[in-house]
């Protein structure tokens, strides 16, 4: 079955770099997009961008340009979230999902990025 | 961006109502709409996908409809399971991608 199973939890400081990664199995890796949608504590789900694993190619909200880096290891089916720069208001469940153009059909299990000083 | 307006933001309902969610575009998106049910603690589900088409394995009591920029998610007959909070999503050719701000459904 289709599986899409994420990093765990992690905690950083103010400035700091967090990547999460994602591997997907049950489906062939490269003819799905994989997105990344984030969702602050209480609040609702935003979308932060995708990544074709066939090509590598991405395409980030414009709110994160500069500061996110969406990578894939084919060899492992893995694709990977790096957000930079971290401050408080990026704490959040992250999670990745498949998606067929904009329809997200298949979510990991989130990942709780913090951050704190 | 797209500006999703979703409404109402909560509701209370008995088992076996009709409820009715209503999700507006800033502008037109034809029928990339989707709608996805969040349950406390997991990962969103997608429910229904370009506006009106069930995704496999969801029951038959939800439904979408609409285009344009006025769309509409029903659920014909509350049950408790449905308790969650549900998201309408925008996929228009412009990005980003938007999401509604939510309508957490309760039961009465």
């Known amino acids: 079955q289709v599986q899409v199973v994420q990093s765990g939890a992690e905690v950083k400081k103010p400035g700091a770099s967090v990547k999460v990664s994602c591997k997907a199995s049950g489906y062939t890796f490269f003819g799905y997009y994989i997105h990344w949608v984030r969702q602050a504590p209480g609040q609702g789900l935003e979308w932060m961008g995708w990544?074709?694993?066939?090509?590598?190619?991405?395409n980030y909200a414009q709110k994160f340009q500069g500061r996110v880096t969406m990578t894939r290891d084919t060899s492992i089916s893995t694709v990977y979230m790096e957000l930079s720069s971290l401050k408080s208001d990026d704490t959040a469940v992250y999670y990745c999902a498949r998606g067929v153009a904009g329809e997200i059909d298949s979510w990991g299990q989130g990942t709780l990025v913090t951050v704190s000083s | 961006d797209i500006q999703m307006t979703q409404s109402p933001s909560s509701l209370s309902a008995s088992v076996g109502d009709r409820v009715t969610v209503t999700c507006q575009a800033s502008?037109?998106?034809?029928?990339?709409l989707n709608w996805y049910q969040q349950k406390p603690g997991k990962a969103p589900k997608l429910l229904i996908y370009?506006?009106?088409n069930l995704e496999k394995g969801v029951p038959s009591r939800f439904s979408g409809s609409g285009s344009g920029t006025d769309f509409t998610f029903t659920i014909s007959s509350l049950q408790p399971e449905d308790i969650a909070t549900y998201y309408c999503q925008q996929y228009d050719n412009v990005l980003p991608y938007t999401f509604g701000q939510g309508t957490k459904l309760e039961i009465k």
């Open positions: 502008q037109d998106i034809s029928n990339y």
């Open positions: 990544i074709n694993p066939s090509s590598g190619g991405t």
């Open positions: 370009d506006a009106s």
